[in-house]
DNA sequence: CGGTTTTGACCACGA
DNA sequence: CTCGTGGTCAAAACC
């Protein structure tokens, strides 16, 4: 794991801050004392998220469920009902369940690291001062340079070996950052992104079917391809700042070029089917997923998938900060959310359910 | 009639 | 300043 602990990435999403982060010695044992079945899961959480830095992302969900159950029996014993050993028998099944999370995050985390390090290594191979740029503008001696031709080299002096390579496939896709400078002297960076598709040779269109809506605002015939690019903007929302430029490859009049630039401001029309892979990626919001962007790559944990999915993708200006996201997790939405999965989860625990019972019976000829 | 596409003209930029 | 090039605009044509 020590990829991992170098790398800045870090998928806490701080759910349940209090009580997830910081859960002292103390407090452990007073919870372990009020309803007993605490069991390992604290002090295993607070070693895992705060000194490996590991994924969180189910044990957040497991500290929701916990303290779900804790208040239950919180609010059982205040009632005057004898629980007996529940805490003991519940904190046996909750620790088996973390040490299966624990297992799962730290997977995740090798593939996070992974992949971070694969990403420090393409950044490392570009040019000075443009980090995050391939080595393009210099390995493409004939094509023209300058700023906007400087970012045309980049976008395709890349269909050397490894582009062919990938042009056996029927789409290919490569994410680049462009720093585009703006008015007040700083730079901004813009999404682009490239994919190839196979089409049919007699087809003239060039039309991308990538799920959005596109406006096409002009065609040119550049100096180095005699096929003619074609432009395009997104037409599904005005504001958007996403352009496409679409042109046939000069080497293969089958494949198609499609370069976008920026990321899209709204959600991706519905009925969107026909994505090819990471095309649609762009900027398209997912319902339940939630990216991350700290100043290092966005992580991006889909809910909607079993074991939470993991994904990471560069930096983006227009990935939600830090705080958005602490904000949608801390909504009330999500909480509900949150509470009617632990709710569900409770009530289909059989012995959980038959222990409450058989103590709430217990109690009943008291009244 | 409104939205989209086409296409020539224009602009910005670098050499 | 001129030239070449890529990108964009906008009127006309088209659907």
């Known amino acids: 794991m020590d990829t991992a602990r170098r790398s800045p990435v870090c998928l806490d999403l701080m759910v349940g801050l ?5 859960p002292s010695p103390a407090r452990c044992a007073g919870m372990r004392a009020d309803a007993g079945i605490v069991g390992s899961a604290c002090g295993r959480a607070a070693s895992t998220t705060m000194t490996n830095g590991e994924v969180c992302n189910r044990s957040t969900t497991l500290c929701f469920f916990w303290l779900y159950r804790k208040n239950l029996l919180l609010f059982a014993r205040r009632a005057g009902f004898d629980l007996g050993n529940v805490g003991d028998f519940q904190a046996k099944i909750l620790e088996a369940k973390f040490t299966e999370v624990s297992e799962e995050n730290r997977r995740l985390t090798e593939m996070i690291g992974y992949l971070y390090a694969n990403n420090q290594n393409f950044a490392r191979q570009g040019p000075e001062g443009e980090g995050e740029q391939p080595a393009s503008t210099a390995a493409s001696p004939t094509s023209p340079v300058g700023k906007k031709r400087g970012r045309e080299s980049m976008e395709t002096s890349d269909s050397g070996d490894a582009n062919s390579d990938k042009k056996i496939n029927m789409v290919e896709a490569e994410h680049v950052d ?3 400078p703006l008015s007040n002297g700083t730079c901004r960076r813009i999404k682009v992104k490239r994919v190839c598709t196979r089409i ?4 003239t269109s ?3 079917k990538d799920g959005y809506q596109w406006r096409k605002y002009g065609q040119k015939v550049t100096r180095d391809n005699p096929s003619p690019r074609a432009y395009f903007r997104c037409a599904f929302a005005p504001s958007c700042p996403v352009k496409k430029k679409v042109q046939r490859s000069a080497e293969d009049s089958s494949v198609v070029e499609a370069t976008y630039e920026g990321e899209h401001n709204h959600p991706r029309p519905t009925g969107a089917s026909e ?3 990471c095309a649609a990626q762009g900027g398209g919001s997912v319902p339940c997923s939630i990216s991350i962007n700290s100043s290092g790559p966005t992580i991006t944990l889909d809910l909607t998938k079993n074991g939470g999915g993991v994904q990471v993708v560069e930096a ?3 990935q939600p900060d830090l705080k958005k996201v602490c904000r949608e997790v801390a909504s009330p939405e999500f909480r509900a959310a949150l509470v009617e999965q632990m709710a569900r989860a409770l009530t289909g625990d059989r012995k959980f359910t038959d222990a409450l019972a058989a103590a709430i019976l217990r109690k009943l000829p008291d009244y």
Do not use: F, H, I
């Not at 209090?18 to 910081?22: D, G, L, N, Q, Y």
């Open 18 to 22: 209090p009580m997830v982060r910081e």
């Open 178 to 180: 462009v720093k585009s």
């Open 200 to 203: 049919d040779p007699s087809d």
């Open 206 to 208: 060039l039309v991308v």
């Open 275 to 277: 994505l090819p892979s």
């Open 316 to 318: 983006g200006e227009a």
